[in-house]
Nanobody, 125 residues
């Protein structure tokens, strides 16, 4: 069982930055693929970013956030981060952290085994 706890929610203005954190339980965190997804009201949950296990070190981004968001991980702290810069009102959503216990990076919700409870990000214009 893996538990994920997100933090860093906030209400910011367009153009501002915000960093989300996700702390994970589990002794083998370094082998997990970690992802961030988001869900806006009335919309389906969508992929934002993913980072492969530490041995791979690859990152993946949705086109809508590429160049503005950065995903990273600190295996010593069992934590994955999402640095969000140049935020836009359309980034407003509940952001979810997810863990995939395989080494295959997936950009769909079906590819992830565990989910956090979500954290709210609101960007005003």
């Amino acid at each position: 069982q893996v538990q994920l706890v997100e933090s860093g929610e906030g209400l910011v203005q367009a153009g501002d930055s915000l960093r989300l954190s996700c702390a994970a339980s589990g002794r083998t965190f370094s082998t997990y693929t970690m992802g961030w997804f988001r869900q806006a009201p009335g919309k389906e949950r969508e992929f934002v970013a993913a980072i492969s296990w530490s041995g791979g070190g690859s990152t993946y981004y949705a086109d809508s956030v590429k160049g503005r968001f950065t995903i990273s991980r600190d295996d010593a702290k069992n934590t994955v981060y999402l640095q969000m810069n140049s935020l836009k009102p359309e980034d407003t959503a509940v952001y979810y952290c997810a863990a995939d216990l395989t080494i295959m990076v997936d950009t769909t919700t079906a590819g992830y085994d565990y989910w956090g409870q979500g954290t709210q990000v609101t960007v005003s214009s």
